[in-house]
């Protein structure tokens, strides 16, 4: 069948046009890019590209204008793919609707951890300031430290941060792991103007429409797209967004690294995550939302004293139960004015308590990671080292409010009876 380019499609805004809602771009960002006439993406697993059949409009790879590719014209760029551990047409599709939902040119990767490792490979600081946050990311710097003694540096101690020089990073995980609690873009920003250095922001936990670390001035955005944007809990993807104004001086050097560090993200991956990201706003909406009632319903239960949650839950710990969320001047709502986020953590009682309430739960399965449309609660000690043992973090599903406070509700109680 000859390839039917729809008109309305062809003529939609290119990728950063924002006329459109974050919701309207979710479905049709990709659509100028869609050769054939098929309304579900196609996945295509081919490894290599037929280069074009007349010789004289033979491109050589060397002389492609990468730092293009994400604008209508190159999307027509014929031949546009080659081999696909550089690029791949589900892949691109992907890389295509993330480039509008976030305003910024969008790579992806074949985990949020590969992605991590191909920003510092580019940046290529001798220091980075880093916080707690993603076990993950300290084991990359941990290897950059034996390759060439890359120094780490503590992002939340003031006279640490005054070690930096120009050329290093301020890597700013936000809201952070294990716990949903914000940090403040716009001080982070300042310090980097001060001392030269630049700001990268792992934004996994407040994916769009929660947050923008582009309007506090990040210069490159990191996503584990393994999370909100594959959002089923069957891919795993990373993502880099790089600054607008940078991308014409980035871009290119990043995918040239990509290539060579092989780290793209399968077929399979790119059609899911292009399934996945239609319902991204829905999803984290509602997901947020969700985690937000139930948050107010813990911390209210647990002011009253003789009830369940106030006998097993010592802290409840999420950006909304930060002192800044009630003032709507703070920084705290100015970045986050969408909603806090779906993931919270509970200090329990003793460690007993947090390694037996997953078992007593009958909506959240007892398992790692978080972004899915199933809720999740983890004892964080099964797979990171270095929180309180007491700890188990929560991640919101799609299911309703109140399903998932009744399950906690009974959860806690028959741990209380247990723990007696
Ligand atoms: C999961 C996660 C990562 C690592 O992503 P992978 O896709 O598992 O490699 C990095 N940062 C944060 C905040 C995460 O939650």
Avoid at 77 to 95: A, C, G, L, M, Q
Avoid at 163 to 189: C, M, S, W
Wanted: glycine share 8%.
């Amino acid at each position: 069948m000859a390839p039917n380019i729809n008109d309305a499609a062809a003529k939609l805004p290119a990728a950063f046009n924002k006329k459109l809602s974050l919701a309207s771009r979710s479905v049709h960002a990709d659509d100028h890019i869609n050769k054939n006439p098929d309304v579900a993406p196609p996945m295509h697993v081919s490894t290599t590209y037929r280069y074009a059949a007349n010789p004289d409009d033979l491109v050589p790879w060397s002389e492609i204008d990468e730092s293009n590719f994400w604008t209508e014209q190159a999307a027509s760029h014929d031949p546009f793919w080659i081999y696909s551990r550089e690029k791949s047409p589900t892949s691109t599709r992907f890389e295509t609707i993330l480039t509008s939902l976030l305003g910024a040119p969008a790579v992806s990767y074949a985990s949020g951890l590969a992605a991590f490792h191909a920003m510092m490979v580019f940046l290529n600081p001798r220091r980075v300031a880093i916080g707690g946050g993603y076990h993950g990311c300290h084991g990359i710097l941990k290897l950059l430290n034996k390759l060439n003694g890359l120094q780490v540096v503590e992002l939340e101690d003031e006279a640490a941060l005054a070690a930096l020089q120009k050329g290093d990073v301020i890597h700013v995980e936000t809201p952070l792991n294990p716990y949903g609690e914000a940090r403040n873009l716009a001080y982070f920003r300042q310090r980097a103007d001060e001392l030269g250095c630049y700001l990268t922001v792992d934004a996994t936990f407040a994916p769009p429409p929660l947050q923008d670390p582009f309007q506090f001035g990040a210069d490159i955005v990191m996503h584990s797209g393994t999370k909100y944007f594959g959002g089923h809990s069957d891919m795993l993807a990373g993502v880099l967004a790089v600054r607008p104004d940078r991308a014409s001086d980035w871009l290119g050097t990043l995918l040239e690294e990509r290539l060579v560090l092989g780290s793209v993200m399968g077929s399979l991956e790119g059609w899911l995550g292009v399934r996945s990201l239609r319902t991204l706003e829905l999803r984290v909406t509602r997901q947020s939302e969700t985690a937000q009632k139930l948050v107010d319903w813990i911390a209210a239960e647990k002011a009253k004293e003789g009830s369940v949650v106030a006998d097993v839950v010592l802290e409840v710990r999420h950006a909304s139960q930060q002192p800044e969320a009630k003032d709507e001047n703070s920084w705290l709502r100015k970045q986050m004015p969408r909603g806090f986020g779906p993931v919270f953590s509970l200090v329990l009682k003793s460690e007993q308590h947090a390694r037996r309430l997953p078992s007593k739960l009958g909506l959240f399965h007892h398992a790692t990671s978080l972004g899915g449309v199933e809720s999740l609660i983890e004892w964080r000690a099964m797979s990171d080292s270095s929180v309180d043992r007491r700890l188990v973090r929560v991640s919101i599903g799609v299911e309703g409010f109140e399903d998932l406070r009744d399950d906690l509700l009974q959860g806690l109680q028959a741990l209380r009876e247990e723990l007696k």
